[in-house]
């Protein structure tokens, strides 16, 4: 699961940062290769394809504001979501690292175009230089406080929109729908709000910020923008889980039966793990779970 969580970021993040190179080297080359279009629907299709190709086993963990809001309203195991953020934050940086080393000679070239115009220093660790390709800044000047508030509205729009995707009793956001419902959300946030300043994800965040640092070293560390980067989210997207546990969900409503044969799912994959552990310390027995289960689906609802 370890492994799943590193590769749903990878894949989050591949597709999104990919879209980004070609927009900044463009923009340095007076060109038009990319567009805030084209890396809003490029994230978007990413975290699509990581939560439909991934989460079927890793449960979706692909953000470590998701993974610790779990801890604290989930019971998730606290050294298990450890592991997985550590993880989390491996799958951003490999995916930063293997975007740098394709486009690596265009960058290059970027970067000597900057040399020889004389604006390498000013240009190259802000969001318009090769660096900000990958590690998150602000435009010079630019209020903290402002920024600040634009992240956390978008993270707490996020986090309010993931966690209606996790109410088995909505029966607008069915389990196949939500990779979609996630992916609109953030491209949406993307659309509207990045040229204000937004990470969303601390694992893409910090990934792409310990790159950034292993290629250009401690300059292209972002200040105190990076604290807010990394950090903003985490709350903001508990705050939106406990706005839509307390306010928005509601304990009559019934389960769906998509959300049921869904969590079922997960239920019986666990029960198989743990068989299956204990077959090989010789403890084994067979299988008694079936999806149906009126008992098991209870104690899902419980739950």
Same mark, same amino acid.
Request: hydrophobic residues 50%; contains cysteine; glycine residues 10%.
């Given at each position: ?14 597709? =999104? ?10 923009? +340095?080359?007076? &060109?038009?290769?990319?567009? %805030? ?34 801890? +604290? ?32 000679? +265009? ?20 969001? &318009? ?50 990779? *979609? ?34 290629? *250009? ?22 705050? =939106?889980? +406990? ?23 997960? %239920? ?6 743990? &068989? ?19 008992? &098991? ?7």
């Amino acid at each position: 699961m370890l492994n799943l969580s590193q590769t749903g970021v990878f894949l989050y993040v591949f597709a =999104g940062v990919g879209a980004t190179a070609p927009f900044v080297i463009g923009n +340095l080359a007076g &060109q038009s290769l990319s567009s %805030l279009l084209q890396i809003g629907f490029a994230y978007a299709l990413g975290i699509v394809f990581a939560l439909v190709i991934c989460s079927p086993t890793s449960g979706g963990h692909f953000n470590p504001a998701v993974t610790i809001t779990f801890v +604290l309203l989930r019971k998730f195991p606290p050294l298990k979501a450890l592991r997985y953020i550590v993880a989390q934050i491996l799958g951003g940086y490999v995916a930063c690292l293997l975007i740098y080393l394709q486009y690596r000679h +265009l960058i290059l070239e970027a970067e000597a175009g900057l040399v020889a115009k004389g604006l390498y220093d000013s240009l190259n660790f802000t969001a &318009q230089g090769t660096a900000g390709i990958f590690a998150l800044y602000v435009a010079p000047g630019s209020s903290l406080g402002q920024v600040l508030l634009n992240e956390f509205v978008c993270d707490f729009v996020i986090g309010l929109t993931i966690w209606a995707c996790l109410d088995p009793t909505n029966f607008l956001a069915v389990p196949a729908v939500a990779p *979609w419902i996630v992916a609109l959300v953030y491209a949406m946030c993307i659309w509207g709000y990045v040229p204000v300043g937004l990470a969303a994800n601390s694992a893409r965040d910090v990934g792409a910020r310990l790159m950034a640092l292993t290629i *250009w070293g401690t300059r292209a560390g972002g200040g105190p923008y990076a604290a807010l980067a990394a950090l903003t989210n985490i709350p903001a997207t508990i705050l =939106g889980a +406990l706005f839509y546990e307390f306010i928005l969900m509601d304990s009559s409503r019934v389960i769906t039966s998509s959300h049921a044969e869904f969590l079922a799912g997960h %239920l019986a994959h666990a029960e198989h793990k743990e &068989q299956s552990s204990s077959a090989r310390m010789g403890s084994g027995s067979p299988s008694t779970y079936t999806s149906d289960d009126k008992a &098991q689906i209870e104690a899902i609802e419980r739950a």
